[in-house]
């Protein structure tokens, strides 16, 4: 059973910075696509960092770029996000997820081709 949890998450002032970590289990970790998506209170869900499965590509949304850094260690088994100079709008509930399929050239860089997704953890960030 592929499973995915979350942790790191919590309250920061701006300018704060945090790690975020998602554990993964369940299957050949390493041969897939990973993300960090989050979603705030009546918005979509939206992706923030996508790392593919070498870990040497990587993609980020303009609004986060050159703040986060998006990691893994398939040693470990585990993704993080590291998070920097955070603002209050970086306030959500932030998900990770793992998309198993057909193999692509190009991770998706958006949320519905993702098949597997963790509970969520809240970040919140004051000004």
């Known amino acids: 059973q592929v499973r995915l949890v979350e942790s790191g998450g919590g309250s920061v002032q701006a300018g704060g910075l945090l790690r975020l970590s998602c554990s993964v289990s369940?299957?050949?970790?390493?041969?897939?696509?990973l993300g960090w998506f989050r979603q705030a209170p009546g918005k979509e869900r939206e992706v923030v960092a996508i790392?593919?499965?070498?870990?040497?590509?990587?993609s980020y949304a303009d609004s986060v770029r050159g703040r986060f850094t998006i990691s893994r260690d398939d040693a470990k088994n585990t993704m993080y996000l590291q998070m920097s100079s955070l603002k209050p709008e970086d306030t959500a509930m932030y998900y990770c997820?793992?998309?198993?399929?057909?193999?692509?050239?190009?991770?998706?860089?958006?949320?519905?081709?993702?098949?597997?997704w963790g509970q969520g953890t809240q970040v919140t960030v004051s000004s």
């Open positions: 997820a793992a998309y198993l399929g057909p193999r692509v050239t190009d991770c998706y860089t958006f949320p519905q081709p993702y098949n597997f």
């Open positions: 369940g299957y050949m970790y390493g041969h897939d696509c």
């Open positions: 790392i593919g499965r070498s870990g040497d590509t990587t």
